[in-house]
């Protein structure tokens, strides 16, 4: 008999984080996640960073996972996960298949995360160092839509390597390259410190 049927009580956990990080590092574990002892459901918020620690800080949420260097001292921390970035590249925008060639310097369509936040400054200063010519035709809001600029063979874009996997090899290609390394960012999940990270549900 399933624990729902012996009405073992649901713990509820409210949890925040933006959306790549909902997308590709939550939702698919949820199954994992959910058959813990005592079950859990979990109530789930897309999130900026800054408002995620606020909800957290004034109980408007239990969790968080926001990067590392922004947790600040009122709250507890553990470090989860470093995400790894890669330029995914459609095919179709390429003179050969090989990736590598988008260090020779001919301009490529890309796009770009809106806004001037760190990753936005971390990827033009990247793309400088690199000799990568982008050449932004659009600009988004998130990264699932980056995805869909991708998906679409409209232009390249940085991504988490976790999604960019998910694209098919022969129409899409990967680059990395040591230099891409200071796109990574570390996540932690944070909390209150005085408060357990969870309540019960009827």
């Known amino acids: 008999m399933s624990r729902l049927r012996e009405n073992v009580p649901l713990v509820t956990v409210r949890l925040g984080a933006g959306e790549s990080v909902l997308r590709w590092f939550v939702m698919p574990h ?26 957290v800080l004034s109980g408007g949420i239990d969790l968080a996972i926001i990067r590392a260097n922004s947790v600040p001292d009122e709250l507890r921390s ?14 179709n925008l390429l003179r050969s298949r090989e990736g590598a060639e988008v260090f ?22 990247t793309a400088a160092a690199l000799g990568l010519n982008l050449n932004p ?19 390249a874009a940085f991504m988490p390597e976790v999604a ?16 891409m390394s200071a796109l990574n960012r ?13 309540r019960v549900s009827s």
């Open 164 to 179: 960019a996997k998910s694209l098919p090899e022969q129409n899409f290609a990967l680059v990395s390259a040591d230099g």
């Open 137 to 155: 035709v659009v600009q988004a809001q998130t990264f699932s839509l980056l995805m869909s600029a991708v998906e679409s063979g409209t232009a």
């Open 186 to 198: 570390r996540l932690s999940l944070v909390w209150r410190l005085c408060c357990p990270p969870s």
């Open 104 to 125: 020779e310097g001919r301009s490529l369509p890309f796009a770009e995360l809106a806004g001037d936040g760190l990753f936005a400054r971390t990827v033009q200063k």
């Open 78 to 91: 553990e470090v989860i996960k470093t995400v790894r970035y890669v330029l995914a590249v459609p095919r």
């Open 30 to 55: 949820l199954g994992e996640l959910m058959a813990s002892d005592p079950p859990l459901r979990f109530d789930v918020h897309g999130l900026t960073t800054e408002t995620a620690m606020s909800e």
